[in-house]
């Protein structure tokens, strides 16, 4: 075969042959084919094979990148003279060659770097070199590895210095230095952690159980802490005993007074030292009747509905004891007490019906009162107006009265009447009104003779968008000469003729209202208000 960078195999055949290989001293480090390629072979001395490379086309320079060099690179107690360092990497040399034609110095596997890149020059001055005179320089190599420097792992704490030659000697005791398990568990730590995994957390260390005396490997002995059975450990319901986990189970089912148990009649868990206190409030508990009427094991919770329902010695009250009898008797004779009481207990029913008349009166008196106006004005709707009127014509003074209404709180009470048909000289042609006064509940605090201005008012219904209302109103002072203004007794509530009010036999007449909206919806409305001073309604 001929040389990749020959021209032609003619070429490297009379190359080879004007040209024998010349060997250096260093018996081959570096060796040329003879035909002047940069091919180098580096032998012995654990130097590498050099590749072969094309040469750099013109106008290209060769450069080899400066993480390929390999110089030392350690923390040196002084920096090193520049003599030791070597000019392709800037570090202190490893394995340093020398080229005796020009003198310079490299680190071998630098030299051949750069040699591999095609360039055939020193990289210091450029001057051709020769292969066969490139030599190792072993004294200076001692020199280097004389240097003074720090451990490789001074920043993790390491204090040793000493000389380069000595970094893997001391390597061997490095306490930061990292190094396999030697349990050969795939672990790689620092030898100043080794003895702590060696005893604590190595997978594969021998480990003697201190209960049972068992020996494991690390990772089995995890497994069997926890579980041993020769283990002390205390009650799991912390009822304070201590014992060997294998006598655990026992304690825990049938000695332990903590462990729990369930009730037998509700069948709810409960601590074992507890269960005889929650048999005195268990619902489900059997107890006896009270009446002793001999029925077995009722659970406690359906004694109550028992005595109610179904116990027959059980004392029940008569049917009858809101009417007022006061019978006590066994269940079973209640049906014998009835059928000889039953007239006296017709008497007690009649009794409580006529009481309960009389609350039903004096609740809806005090119903009406609440419904009847306190301010002094009443608005009173007379509804079903035709039918009234025809009403009024058949039966001659027929009046009609308003609720009652009182001037303000506590104050006078009063009572508007009203003759559709008319009265007195407007009988038949005319609605008259009156307005009379009530006995009221406050009277004797009130100021005698009624004396204040009433207004009475039939309201125009007409809508206030279409048109401006026009009610009919007329305004009186009360006579107090007059008997009906003076204070009234119970006799004046009867309602006859001699017990008229005061007002307007002519207030209204039948053709005038029916001009406007007096009437509408076959309803009319008459308001009645009193002219009440702030201070007295104050």
């Known amino acids: 075969m001929h040389c990749v960078q020959c021209v032609s195999p003619a070429r490297s055949a009379v190359k080879r042959a004007a040209q024998p290989v010349k060997t250096n001293p260093a018996e081959g480090r570096y060796r040329s084919c003879?035909?002047?390629?940069?091919?180098?072979?580096k032998s012995g001395g654990g130097g590498r094979e050099l590749r072969s490379f094309d040469a750099p086309r013109e106008g290209?320079?060769?450069?080899?990148?400066?993480?390929?060099?390999p110089g030392f690179d350690y923390k040196f107690l002084e920096k090193p003279k520049r003599r030791f360092q070597c000019p392709l990497c800037s570090k202190a040399m490893r394995e340093p060659v020398q080229v005796s034609t020009c003198g310079h110095r490299f680190c071998d596997t630098c030299l051949q770097e750069f040699l591999s890149e095609g360039v055939f020059k020193c990289p210091e001055?450029?001057?051709?070199l020769d292969y066969a005179k490139i030599y190792p320089d072993?004294?200076?190599?001692?020199?280097?590895?004389?240097?003074?420097?720090?451990?490789?792992h001074s920043e993790e704490g390491c204090r040793w210095t000493g000389q380069m030659k000595q970094l893997q000697g001391h390597f061997s005791t490095c306490a930061f230095n990292v190094i396999p398990c030697p349990n050969r568990c795939s672990v790689k730590l620092t030898r100043r952690d080794l003895p702590d995994h060696l005893q604590h957390d190595c997978p594969k260390r021998k480990v003697k159980c201190e209960f049972c005396g068992s020996e494991f490997t690390g990772e089995?002995?995890?497994?069997?802490?926890?579980?041993?059975?020769q283990e002390s450990v205390y009650c799991e319901n912390k009822c304070g005993a201590r014992m060997m986990r294998r006598l655990l189970s026992q304690h825990s089912m049938a000695e332990c007074p903590k462990r729990t148990q369930p009730c037998k009649y509700c069948g709810k868990e409960f601590v074992f030292d507890t269960i005889q206190?929650?048999?005195y409030h268990c619902p489900r508990f059997p107890v006896q009747c009270p009446n002793q009427c001999g029925t077995p094991n009722i659970a406690r919770e359906d004694l109550a509905n028992h005595v109610k329902d179904n116990c027959g010695n059980a004392l029940v009250l008569c049917p009858f004891k809101d009417a007022g009898c006061k019978h006590r008797c066994p269940k079973l004779a209640i049906s014998r007490h009835l059928e000889e009481t039953t007239k006296s207990h017709l008497t007690l029913m009649c009794n409580l019906v006529g009481r309960q008349r009389q609350e039903i009166l004096e609740l809806r008196r005090e119903m009406e009162e609440l419904s009847v106006s306190q301010d002094g004005v009443l608005i009173w709707k007379l509804s079903d107006y035709s039918r009234k009127l025809q009403e009024a014509k058949l039966r001659s003074n027929h009046e009609f009265f308003s609720p009652p209404f009182y001037t303000h709180r506590y104050g006078y009470k009063l009572q508007v009447s009203a003759f559709l048909n008319g009265n007195g000289s407007g009988e038949g042609s005319h609605l008259s009104v009156y307005i009379r006064v009530l006995p009221g509940e406050y009277d004797n605090l009130l100021e005698?003779?009624?004396?204040?201005?009433?207004t009475f008012s039939i309201l125009d219904q007409s809508d206030p968008s279409l048109s401006k209302p026009q009610?009919?109103?007329?305004t009186f002072n009360p006579d107090p000469n007059w008997k009906n203004f003076q204070k009234p007794c119970s006799s004046r509530n009867s309602l006859d003729e001699s017990t008229l009010g005061f007002g307007y036999p002519k207030f209204i007449s039948h053709e005038e209202i029916k001009k406007r909206n007096y009437i509408r919806d076959n309803c009319i409305f008459i308001k009645a208000s009193i002219d009440i001073p702030q201070k007295i309604m104050g």
């Open 34 to 41: 003879g035909c002047g390629c940069p091919l180098s072979v």
């Open 60 to 69: 290209e320079k060769a450069t080899a990148s400066p993480a390929d060099m």
């Open 125 to 128: 001055d450029q001057l051709p």
């Open 138 to 152: 072993p004294e200076l190599e001692q020199q280097i590895l004389a240097l003074p420097i720090r451990c490789i």
């Open 220 to 229: 089995a002995y995890e497994n069997h802490q926890g579980v041993c059975p």
């Open 277 to 279: 206190n929650h048999q």
């Open 448 to 454: 005698w003779p009624f004396s204040y201005k009433v």
């Open 471 to 474: 009610h009919i109103t007329e």
